[in-house]
């Protein structure tokens, strides 16, 4: 069944905090905010205005203070943490600025380590990161310690370790940040091949604008509210 543009989640009154007082800040304070299956989004706007908190409440590494996280219906504010961590390893890919690979091991290795945590079986687990480093351009690599590949190659090892569970969202956190614009752009146009393939949504934080151009919708944070964005950073 293709249920694209059907509601995956569903973010309702959303706030946030750090601090104690008398040195609270307030982060978030959204309204409802709707995350469609399929959907590409980049959020963007200047550092400190809680992008980051806002797509780690998303993918359940942090938790708001108050409000609701939906997932298609079901509050993942209700789960246990092992409950979450099997929400995380099937249902959401993460990539940030660091790739944040285990040195010392190959990238298939690397890309295996989601299914073996699901204890699927070593040869499917094996299949499935060899497909998907084919599928990032990396099958020449696939043996190569995550150490020696350049930057570039090393986020494709952290976009095929994200994806090869097939999940439902790619988060990305500043993907292309450390990367030269060569890189860079052909890492975005990774990304939206790879939407269009798979189907899965796709969240980036990114002040690269080249980037955020390419989603199909751009949000940013205002004194905590999610709005939308228009202009260019
Ligand atoms: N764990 C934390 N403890 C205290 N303050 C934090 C914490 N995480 C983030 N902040 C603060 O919250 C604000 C928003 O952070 P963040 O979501 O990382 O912003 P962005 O990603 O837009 O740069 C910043 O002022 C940051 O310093
Ligand atoms: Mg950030």
Redo the contacts with the bound molecule.
Sequence with gaps: MDDTGSVLMHLTQITKT??APPEV?N?LDTSDFTITRGMTLAVV?P????????LNIIGTLDRPDKGKVLFQDQNLLSLRQDQLAVFRNERVGFVFQFHYLLQGFSAMENVMIPGLIARKSKKMVENLAENMLERVGLAERCHHRVEDLSGGEQQRVAIARALVMNPDMLLADEPTGNLDEKNADSIHSLITELNKELGMTVIV?THNMKLAHMMEKMVTIQKGKILPAYERD
């Design positions: 750090f601090g800040i982060i706007g550092s400190g205005i809680g992008k980051s908190t806002l934080v």
